[in-house]
């Protein structure tokens, strides 16, 4: 059976909700793999008044495909204010400012169910996140998908050096903020970050062959021995 858009692949997958410092509850869902997971996904979505939310369709599709192709259990969460079908999450959109309680009750819950290896995986508002507020012990590295670089600035990007942990700019050739060679020149007062273009992509990353991509970049990141992922799967699984 070939995956497809559409497929949902075998995880152990739960509601859960987080509980922030300033007394908001947020909803989300985590998916684990049948058996132990060798590393987290901590899912930070896109700008939720523009239409971010945890089911923005990469992260949905990381959830639907990862945990039985890679071995990785993955958080994703609707932030202060953003609704999806999951439900909704108290609070009101802080413009990136008040999310930082968000960030940090994600890695709380990650840390309290003793999940392993927290990677950030943010995409486009999802990754100022990371930048700004994602500096925290228990976080291994961040992959970021189509950064901006809007609300995240160069202390930002200085401080991130400064924490030392590894990063990754996935880059569409075609993107609407930030394009891989001015991208580069940003991301390089981070001697450890790693921008990478993506020919013939756009902000939004539409169409399987680009999914495909950011998910694989993702695995070689976090656990390289699955890859190649498959692009198809028995039948009946």
């Not at 997958?13 to 590393?39: F, M, S, W």
């Not at 880059?171 to 991208?183: M, N, Q, S």
């Not at 992509?201 to 495909?212: F, Q, T």
Request: aromatic share 8%; with cysteine.
């Amino acid at each position: 059976m070939e995956i497809r858009a559409s497929t949902v692949l075998p995880a152990k997958r739960e509601n859960i909700e987080l509980q922030t410092g300033d007394g908001l509850t947020l909803v989300g869902e985590l998916a684990l793999p049948q058996r132990d997971p060798v590393a987290t996904l901590v899912c930070l979505h896109p700008l939720p008044t523009h239409g971010g939310m945890m089911d923005s369709h990469l992260l949905r599709k990381a959830s639907f495909r990862l945990p039985a192709l890679a071995d990785l259990a993955v958080l994703r969460f609707n932030t202060r204010g953003t609704a999806s079908e999951r439900g909704t999450s108290q609070g009101a959109f802080g413009d990136g400012e008040g999310e930082r309680f968000d960030v940090a009750a994600a890695l709380e819950y990650a840390d309290f169910h003793d999940l392993p290896r927290p990677w950030l995986v943010g995409w486009s508002f999802g990754t100022e996140l990371a930048l700004k507020w994602g500096r925290d012990p228990l976080v291994e590295g961040a992959i970021l998908l189509s950064p901006p670089l809007r609300r995240a600035t160069d202390a930002d990007l200085d401080a991130w050096a400064e924490f030392g942990r590894p990063l990754t700019a996935l880059v569409p050739e075609f993107d609407d903020y930030l394009r891989p060679e001015e991208a580069a020149k940003r991301f390089a007062r981070v001697p450890q970050a790693e921008v990478v273009g993506v020919d013939g992509a756009k902000h939004l990353w539409v169409g399987e062959p680009y999914v495909r991509i950011v998910l694989t970049e993702i695995v070689r990141r976090i656990n390289p021995g699955a890859l190649p992922l498959p692009t198809e799967v028995p039948t009946g699984v």
